[in-house]
């Protein structure tokens, strides 16, 4: 009796590897040239005098916020890749996919930044959203750098159960919502000065963006 052979399909983990790699090495890089900043920053769900030092707008562009938004870039889209293996919509291993959620996460971040913007002037609140947007940077790449090593976790491990990213997700959102209030808080008096505005910004470009991607993804998959 002649056994039937079968080919075996081995999964490219190499890349994920290298890119994990890469990311950690940034993270230490940052850590080594900015130390003080990155002990204040590692605080930030405890401690608001982080978000109260590093307020000014010269913080958006330098390196430090740079090479953590590199990890949080990718950080986001380990995320989203693992999310779509553990529900069964995607492989793990397709650095494709990965490549193209890194990319889409890459130009919906910047443009929206660039139509915050634009709004910022025409409303001419260009100082206030410059800090709002400094904050929400920041929350956004803490919450990014916490996940970079649950994805290294999850990316090597099978079966994991559904509960865990919905949790991950829970977790992100608390914060995201814990920012958005510390940010309300630090520019308060701002907000009131032009509160009708903030209303509009906050609606237009804070929720609607959110709210249409959402629409997009579930009527996509239905």
Not at 26 to 34: I, Q, R
Not at 50 to 64: C, P, Q, T
Not at 92 to 104: P, R
Not at 195 to 206: G, V
């Amino acid at each position: 009796m002649i056994e039937q052979l079968h080919p075996r399909i081995i999964e490219n983990k190499d890349w994920a590897t290298l890119l994990f790699v890469v990311t950690f090495a940034v993270v230490a890089m940052t850590k080594s040239a900015y130390e003080t900043r990155f002990s204040e920053f590692s605080k930030l769900i405890f401690s608001d005098k982080y978000a109260k030092i590093y307020r000014d707008n010269s913080h958006m562009k330098n390196s430090f916020t740079v090479g953590l938004f590199f990890v949080q870039i990718v950080s986001f889209a380990f995320f989203i890749l693992l999310t779509m293996n553990i529900f069964g919509y995607a492989s793990k291993t397709d650095w494709v996919l990965f490549i193209q959620i890194a990319t889409f996460l890459l130009y919906f971040i910047l443009g929206k930044y660039l139509i915050e913007k634009i709004v910022a002037t025409s409303f001419n609140i260009d100082d206030f959203v410059e800090l709002f947007n400094l904050q929400k940077v920041t929350y956004r790449t803490y919450i990014g750098v916490l996940i970079l090593p649950i994805n290294a976790v999850l990316f090597y491990y099978n079966n994991i159960p559904q509960i865990i990213p919905l949790a991950i997700i829970g977790i992100s959102l608390c914060i995201s919502v814990y920012s958005y209030f510390i940010s309300i808080k630090t520019y308060q008096n701002v907000i009131i000065g032009k509160l009708f505005y903030f209303i509009l910004y906050l609606c237009a470009l804070e929720i609607a963006p959110y709210y249409f991607l959402y629409y997009w993804i579930t009527k996509g998959s239905a």
